[in-house]
C-alpha cells in the first residue's frame, strides 16, 4: 500500500506525526509524496530537516481545528498533485484532569472538535483526491486510541473527553468505510499503542519508532475484507469497540 | 428500583419522556416523586395534563443544552427534596440529512452538546442528590440508541452526528458506571427501540407503550452486577458496543 503512494499526514511536527514521515522516508520503497502538515512549520526544526533530505516530503500549513483552512490546503495540495492515496488522521488532543469532579464542558467540546469533527471534515474535504486514486484501494488512516474502546473501559473510567472522542472517532471510521467503500476507499482506526510523546508522557512502554514500525506495517498491509472499518492496535491485532 | 423512588426525567413534554411520565404513575406501586423537566412546561399540554390528576409529579423548566440552567433547577429540586434515586437522561436530538456529503460541521457540534456534554453535566450536577439516595443503589439512565453501536453498524453508515454522538454518551456512561460504583451509583446507557415519536416518525414498528414498558421494566429490575456500565435494549437484552 505505502509504495509509491500519494499520503497525506496531519500533525507532522512530532511525536507519532514525524515519526511516521521519517520512517516513510526510510522504506526501501517508500511512497511518491509526503504532504506532510502541521500548524506552524516554521519551528518544525525535525520535519524540515527531513525535507531536506527527502524531497518526496512537502510540508503545509495547517491548523486542523480551524475548518475554514481545509479548502485552502485542498487547493495548495491540487498544485502538486491531483489525487492522495492515504490520508492519515493523526493530530489530536489529550486534556489532563479529566475524572468526574474535574472535567469541564469546554474539554469536552475542544477534544470532540480536535479529536472527531476536523478530522471528518479534513476527510470529506480530500475526498475528490482520494477517489481520484491511482490504486485498486485509497484510504483513510484515523489515530484512535486503545482509551476509545468501551470494552476496555473496566477499571479506570474517567477520561471524559478523550474516551468520548476517540469512540466517537470509532463510530464514524466505521460510517466512512461503509459510505466509501463502493468508490474502494477504506477506512481504519488503530490504537497506536501507549507512546513515549508528549501526549503519552515518559512512563510509557513503547518508543515512538516501535509504535509507528507496526502502524506502518498495518497500514502496508491493509486488506479490504479483513481491515476495512475496523480497529487495530500497533501490533495490527483487533481491537474491540 | 421504581417503587417509591425520587426519579428525575429530562425532555419529559413529549415523546419516550412524557410516556415515561405517565407510566410511571400509573404503576400500582408508583415512584414517589417524578421530577419531570423540559424547556417550556407552559406548552407541555399532556405532561401539564398528567400532573393535574398526579400529586406526584413536579414540572420544572430545563433546557439541558443550557449548562448554566442546571445549578438552578438543582435549588430548585432541593426546595423539594435533598435526595434523588434515579436521573434519567432522556432529552436528546437527531439531525436530519447526515449522509457523507451532506453532513455539517455545525450538526456534529449541536448534537454532541445535546446528546452528551448536556447530559453527563447534568449528572455531574446532581450527583449530590443522588449520593444521598436512602437506596441500597441509586442510578444513571442514559437513553441511548443501537445506532451508537458499532458493531451493528454493518450496512447502513452515515449518520455522522447522531452515531458519534449516542456512542460517545455510551462511553461516558462506562466510564460514569466505574467512577461512582463506590458510591453506589450505577450507570446505563438504553436503546429504547425504534419508536413512533416525532424522532423515530411514523414507519418505527413500536408504539411508545411498548417502549417505555420495556425501558421501566429494565430500570425496575436494575441489578449491578448484571446491568452496571452496559447497554441494553427495550427488551432487557444486553447490545455490543
Not at 502538515?37 to 481545528?65: F, M, N, W
Not at 480536535?114 to 475526498?127: E, M, S
Given at each position: 500500500m505505502l509504495s509509491g503512494a500519494r499520503v497525506f499526514i496531519t500533525g507532522s511536527s512530532r511525536g507519532l506525526g514525524v515519526e511516521m514521515v521519517k520512517q516513510l522516508c526510510e522504506r526501501s520503497s517508500p511512497p511518491s509524496l509526503i504532504v506532510a502538515t502541521c500548524r506552524s512549520p516554521e519551528t518544525a526544526g525535525r520535519l524540515q530537516e527531513l525535507s531536506y533530505k527527502h524531497s518526496i516530503i512537502k510540508i503545509l500549513a495547517l491548523?486542523?481545528?480551524?475548518?475554514?483552512?481545509h479548502e485552502r490546503v485542498k487547493s495548495e495540495v491540487e498544485q502538486i498533485t491531483n489525487k492522495l492515496d492515504i490520508l492519515i488522521n493523526n493530530a489530536g488532543v489529550s486534556p489532563k484532569a479529566t475524572r468526574i469532579n474535574l472535567v469541564q464542558p469546554e474539554q469536552m467540546t475542544r477534544t470532540f472538535h480536535t479529536n472527531v469533527v476536523a478530522p471528518l471534515f479534513l476527510t470529506k474535504t480530500f475526498l475528490p483526491l482520494l477517489q481520484k486514486s491511482d490504486e485498486s484501494q485509497s484510504l483513510i488512516v484515523n489515530l484512535s486510541s486503545i482509551l476509545g474502546s468501551i470494552t476496555e473501559?473496566?477499571?479506570?473510567?474517567?477520561?471524559y473527553p478523550y474516551r468520548a472522542s476517540k469512540t466517537a472517532l470509532n463510530a464514524i471510521t466505521r460510517s466512512l468505510s461503509i459510505d466509501l467503500k463502493h468508490q474502494n476507499i477504506g477506512a481504519i482506526t488503530i490504537h497506536p499503542g501507549w507512546v513515549r510523546t508528549d501526549m503519552g508522557?515518559?512512563?510509557?512502554?513503547?518508543s515512538p519508532e516501535q509504535s509507528v514500525r507496526g502502524v506502518l506495517s498495518l497500514v502496508d498491509s491493509y486488506n479490504t475484507s479483513i481491515h476495512n472499518g475496523n480497529f487495530f492496535d500497533n501490533l495490527g491485532d483487533p481491537l474491540p469497540w
Amino acid at each position: 500500500m505505502l509504495s509509491g503512494a500519494r499520503v497525506f499526514i496531519t500533525g507532522s511536527s512530532r511525536g507519532l506525526g514525524v515519526e511516521m514521515v521519517k520512517q516513510l522516508c526510510e522504506r526501501s520503497s517508500p511512497p511518491s509524496l509526503i504532504v506532510a502538515t502541521c500548524r506552524s512549520p516554521e519551528t518544525a526544526g525535525r520535519l524540515q530537516e527531513l525535507s531536506y533530505k527527502h524531497s518526496i516530503i512537502k510540508i503545509l500549513a495547517l491548523d486542523v481545528d480551524n475548518l475554514e483552512e481545509h479548502e485552502r490546503v485542498k487547493s495548495e495540495v491540487e498544485q502538486i498533485t491531483n489525487k492522495l492515496d492515504i490520508l492519515i488522521n493523526n493530530a489530536g488532543v489529550s486534556p489532563k484532569a479529566t475524572r468526574i469532579n474535574l472535567v469541564q464542558p469546554e474539554q469536552m467540546t475542544r477534544t470532540f472538535h480536535t479529536n472527531v469533527v476536523a478530522p471528518l471534515f479534513l476527510t470529506k474535504t480530500f475526498l475528490p483526491l482520494l477517489q481520484k486514486s491511482d490504486e485498486s484501494q485509497s484510504l483513510i488512516v484515523n489515530l484512535s486510541s486503545i482509551l476509545g474502546s468501551i470494552t476496555e473501559n473496566t477499571k479506570q473510567g474517567g477520561l471524559y473527553p478523550y474516551r468520548a472522542s476517540k469512540t466517537a472517532l470509532n463510530a464514524i471510521t466505521r460510517s466512512l468505510s461503509i459510505d466509501l467503500k463502493h468508490q474502494n476507499i477504506g477506512a481504519i482506526t488503530i490504537h497506536p499503542g501507549w507512546v513515549r510523546t508528549d501526549m503519552g508522557g515518559n512512563n510509557a512502554p513503547l518508543s515512538p519508532e516501535q509504535s509507528v514500525r507496526g502502524v506502518l506495517s498495518l497500514v502496508d498491509s491493509y486488506n479490504t475484507s479483513i481491515h476495512n472499518g475496523n480497529f487495530f492496535d500497533n501490533l495490527g491485532d483487533p481491537l474491540p469497540w
